[in-house]
Nanobody
Framework: QVQLVESGGGLVQPGGSLRLSCTAS????????MGWYRQDPGKQRELVAL???????AYGNSMKGRCTISRDNAKNTVYLQMNSLKPEDTAVYYC??????????WGQGTQVTVSS
């Protein structure tokens, strides 16, 4: 089992930046990829970005070009740097872990609000 601790959400003005962090503990060796999804009320959860243990990345369309995902394997932590934030980026952002077994684990979510 994997435990996930998220941090970095909050209130930011349009055009601003935020960095989200997610640290995993527990069964680390079972992790294939880590990433971030987001969800607005009434909408489906969507991929923001993910990164595999080999460093391969994938980005969803919603923030492509405005965010960068990276990871520190020594700290079992993944980072999401988000720039040029827009009000429509307001959502709950969830850390996600994909295991080699195809099982997924989720963090509790961190609120990101983009507003002036």
């Amino acid at each position: 089992q994997v435990q996930l601790v998220e941090s970095g959400g909050g209130l930011v003005q349009p055009g601003g930046s935020l960095r989200l962090s997610c640290t995993a503990s527990g069964s680390i060796s079972s992790i294939y990829a880590m990433g971030w999804y987001r969800q607005d009320p009434g909408k489906q959860r969507e991929l923001v970005a993910l990164i595999t243990i080999n460093g391969g990345t994938a980005y969803g369309n919603s923030m492509k070009g405005r965010c960068t995902i990276s990871r520190d394997n020594a700290k079992n932590t993944v980072y999401l740097q988000m720039n040029s934030l827009k009000p429509e980026d307001t959502a709950v952002y969830y850390c996600n872990v994909q295991h080699f077994s195809n099982i997924q684990s989720w963090g509790q979510g961190t609120q990101v609000t983009v507003s002036s």
